[in-house]
């Protein structure tokens, strides 16, 4: 039986196979990671918005690989003929800053085209206007930027020698390092200021109970903007980071990104911004594990298994908060 | 009512008449089928260029016996409905002896019984899945090797050229990616090979990451990675990210991966040193292409793989045609029977052409390349043996 099982996972190395998954970890546990650190990133988008209007902003996906394409774009512009013409640190931040800015903006026109004629609509129809937008957004990059993957040429941005190094047997990358410190210092930045600002204050107020948030003289419309403009900016350097690090983007990575963001804030507690960041590093190295214990395909089984189990025992996600019914 | 009779008469006469009119043939036309628009037009359009080519040629030494030989082209955009619309348009005309292509395996697929209820002869250069010669249809011909013989070749490649003890397969979870790792695993086994030695794992398409996984083929430890992956930009990725991981395997790649800009360019110089496999030759390390190769770069420009085989199957047609008419039997039955004999048949691929008795080429032909600098440099070719 064991023995059976054994195969099952590995046919090649049923001898002394617990070292051959064991000296992979580590380096799984890097990989895992920095794939969270992305997935975290996108679930802020969908939860920030799910806490203020409850709906699931399925274009977020779309807003993430729009991203990625604004990135190529500002690298492709400041990469010359012989390297970079500004500094690498430059040339990222622009990358990063450009890229957050128009996925920005463009989240608000969603929200102002699509979504907001629908405020007062059942659920459903704003469901329906975001797959819309989502379906538009994917098709308007196809026919202008074609199907063809765009590449970042990223060693000529990054001096060889600090590309890559060893840790005993473990390899990082400045990317995987670049990805999980930026989502680091992102995820902070977004924590001070919902804590500590009065837009934040304003926001907490807002997702609560938005009625009584206008009645108090919160400019409600202005929140929903602002959520949807912070959402979709992460969600945009969600999409610049991963360009850098897996090197290219084409006009579909917005689907599945979109869908392992989703999951991610749902696992996490969806509406909670510290439950969509937690949701995504655990997504992120529970598909990086599964990968050295089962054959990869199996790698979403066990990520959604692992799902249904925490919506089974705690439908609230978790670290979503139990909220009673309104009656 | 003897109006009606009147007018019926004069179409029955039309109709009659005008076979009788063709039948004393001043050309000969020859089809040919494939998705001369749309995402595939490139690939295809070189496919047709080049057939005009071999017609060129045939018609500026006189055609066959005085007789023009003229060029159809039948676009079916892809799509399986219009190559069927293809097929019947050139079975009406009787003027047209023989067809190259469809190129696709679908398309072809589609049209197989209807060619084959006309008696034309298909000769395909590039639709490659087993199935279309197992049914029994004896008009269809192929000037590429089917995918299962490319496993098989691989496998040959793996042990005898780069001389592999412990291989890692990586493959994506698609049809022709399937077969391709499928047939190469029970070639290696085949070849001495055992369970052992062979890892196997799957990848997703498009996934831009496939590190988790490549992780597991470095604890193997491998002597050769076999990526079997369908797009460029895909098995750009997993050279970069194996070379990133320090995985030291030599990497081996698909005919995907034979792109200049999407493989080589978009790794960085990851991809130095990787093979990869091809269903077409490198022309340009053939003597006997060179003509062929100036012609057409003249007159439409850069050439990928697509032309050549083209070009081979063209001429096969119309040798079968020309021995048809030599005969004093120039029909279709004829060339149909011409072309199943076609044996060493010595044109452009670098290897004789000989069809077995399912219409697919003898032994196959798998062409190894490796990646130097910004170019594949042609290694060898396998044929089974």
């Known amino acids: 039986m064991i023995h059976g099982i054994r195969t099952f996972l590995y046919p090649a190395c049923s001898g002394n196979d617990m070292d051959f998954y064991l000296q992979q970890l ?16 996108i679930a802020i988008g969908y939860t920030m918005v799910y806490g203020i209007l409850s709906m699931l902003n399925f274009a977020h996906g779309e807003i993430y690989m729009i991203g990625g394409f604004v990135g190529w774009w500002v690298l492709h512009l400041l990469i010359g003929e012989s390297g970079p013409v500004l500094h690498v640190s430059l040339v990222i931040s622009l990358m990063l800053i ?68 060893q840790v005993g047997e473990v390899v990082f990358s400045f990317m995987r390092i670049l990805v999980i410190v930026v989502a680091f210092l992102l995820m902070t930045g977004l924590t001070f200021m919902i804590k500590r600002t009065k837009v934040g204050k304003a926001m907490r107020a807002t997702a609560q109970d938005i009625e009584a948030a206008s009645f108090m003289g919160i400019d409600v419309d202005r929140m929903i903007v602002f959520v949807f403009l912070i959402g979709s900016a992460l969600g945009g350097a969600a999409g610049t980071l991963v360009g850098l690090l897996f090197t290219q983007v084409d006009y579909y990575v917005g689907f599945q990104a979109g869908l392992k963001g989703f999951t991610a804030a749902v696992l996490g507690g969806i509406g909670n911004i510290y439950g969509a960041m937690f949701g995504g590093i655990l997504l992120g190295l529970l598909e990086s594990i599964a990968t050295t214990f089962f054959p990869a395909t199996y790698k979403d089984v066990v990520a959604f298994v692992v799902l249904i189990l925490v919506l089974i025992f705690r439908p609230w996600g978790l670290m979503g908060e139990k909220v009673p019914e309104k009656v | 009512m003897k109006k009606f009779i009147c007018i019926g008469l004069l179409i029955a006469g039309l109709a009659f008449s005008f076979p009788e009119l063709g039948y004393t043939q001043k050309v000969i036309r020859v089809g040919n089928a494939g998705a001369f628009t749309g995402d595939a037009a490139a690939p295809c359009m070189e496919i047709f260029n080049s057939a005009q080519v071999a017609i060129d040629e045939w018609n500026a ?93 691989c496998a040959l490649f793996i042990t005898r050229n780069l001389k592999a003890k412990r291989i890692a397969i990586l493959n994506e979870k698609v049809a022709y990616c399937e077969s391709i790792a499928g047939e190469t695993i029970k070639g ?198």
């Open chain 2, 188 to 385: 290696l086994k085949k070849l001495g090979l055992t369970d052992k030695d062979i890892m196997q794992d799957t990848i997703v398409g498009g996934a831009k990451d496939f590190s988790p996984v490549l992780t597991k083929v470095k604890a193997f430890n491998p002597d050769v990675l076999f990526f079997v992956a369908t797009t460029a930009p895909d098995q750009a990725i997993g050279v970069r990210q194996a070379r990133d991981l320090g995985i030291k395997a030599v990497f081996f790649g698909t005919e995907g991966a034979r792109d200049k800009k999407d493989f080589i360019g978009a790794a960085e110089g990851a991809a130095e040193g990787a093979y990869v496999y091809h269903f077409a030759p490198d022309v340009y390390a053939i003597p006997e292409a060179s003509g062929y190769t100036k012609k057409f770069e003249s007159k439409y420009g850069s050439l990928s793989g697509f032309g050549p085989p083209a070009y081979e199957a063209m001429n096969i047609l119309l040798t079968a045609i020309d021995r048809a008419e030599k005969a004093g039997k120039l029909n279709r039955k004829e060339v149909l029977k011409n072309v199943a004999e076609t044996k060493n048949f010595k044109g452009i691929l670098g290897f004789p052409v000989t069809f077995d008795p399912k219409g697919d080429l003898e032994g196959g032909a798998t062409y190894f390349f490796q990646v130097m600098g910004k170019e594949f440099k042609y290694i060898t070719v396998m044929t089974g043996k």
């Open chain 1, 26 to 41: 580590p380096q799984q546990l890097v990989n895992g990671l920095t794939l969270g650190g992305v997935y975290a990133l």
């Open chain 2, 61 to 153: 030494k006189g055609g066959i016996k005085g007789m023009k030989i003229e060029h159809l082209m039948g676009d079916d955009a892809m799509d399986p409905a219009q190559a069927v619309s293809v097929a019947h348009k050139f079975c009406a005309d009787s003027s047209i002896l023989g067809v190259i292509g469809p190129p696709m395996s679908h398309t072809a697929q589609a049209t197989l019984k209807i060619y084959n209820g006309c008696d034309l002869v298909n000769i395909t250069t590039a639709a490659s899945k087993p199935d279309l010669t197992e049914q029994g249809f004896k008009n269809f011909f192929r000037v590429n090797a089917r995918n299962d013989v490319h496993g098989w070749n």
């Open chain 1, 98 to 165: 450009i890229a957050m800015g128009m996925t920005g903006l463009l989240g608000i026109a969603v929200e102002r085209f699509a979504y907001r004629p629908l405020r007062k609509a059942p659920r459903m129809n704003l469901l329906l206007s975001a797959l819309g937008v989502s379906i538009f957004l994917q098709n308007l990059v196809l026919h202008h930027q074609g199907a063809k993957a765009r590449f970042f040429l990223v060693s000529s941005l990054i001096p060889e020698s600090l590309r890559l190094f």
